[in-house]
């Protein structure tokens, strides 16, 4: 079993910045793949950002150029720097890995959920 201790929410005005944060713990042989995804009032949860353990990044368009998604291996951790922070990236936002267990199967995990508000 693995587990996902998220921190890093908060409120911050328009233009601000923050920084989220994932540890992955538990029974795995090595981490495949750690992302973020978010999910806004009366909207449908989306792929913030996702990478690799080789580091190959994805980003959803809307936040290319202002959040950066990074991965300490050593300590299986995966981190969201956000940046020029909007109102529109208000949600709540969970941390996803995918992970090998042994030699046998893959696995995915999700985090507790944390809010990002961002004020006008």
């Known amino acids: 079993q693995v587990q996902l201790v998220v921190s890093g929410g908060g409120l911050v005005q328009a233009g601000g910045s923050l920084r989220l944060s994932c540890a992955a713990s538990g029974s795995f042989s090595r981490i495949n793949t750690m992302g973020w995804y978010r999910q806004a009032p009366g909207k449908q949860r989306e792929l913030v950002a996702d990478?690799?353990?080789?580091?190959?990044?994805k980003y959803v368009d809307s936040v290319m150029g202002r959040f950066t998604i990074s991965i300490d291996n050593a300590k299986n951790t995966v981190y969201l720097q956000m940046n020029s922070l909007k109102p529109e990236d208000t949600a709540v936002y969970y941390c996803?890995?995918?992970?090998?267990?042994?030699?046998?199967?893959?696995?995915?995990?999700w985090g507790q959920g944390t809010q990002v508000t961002v004020s006008s």
């Open positions: 990478i690799t353990n080789g580091g190959i990044t």
């Open positions: 996803n890995a995918k992970v090998l267990q042994g030699i046998v199967y893959t696995a995915n995990y």
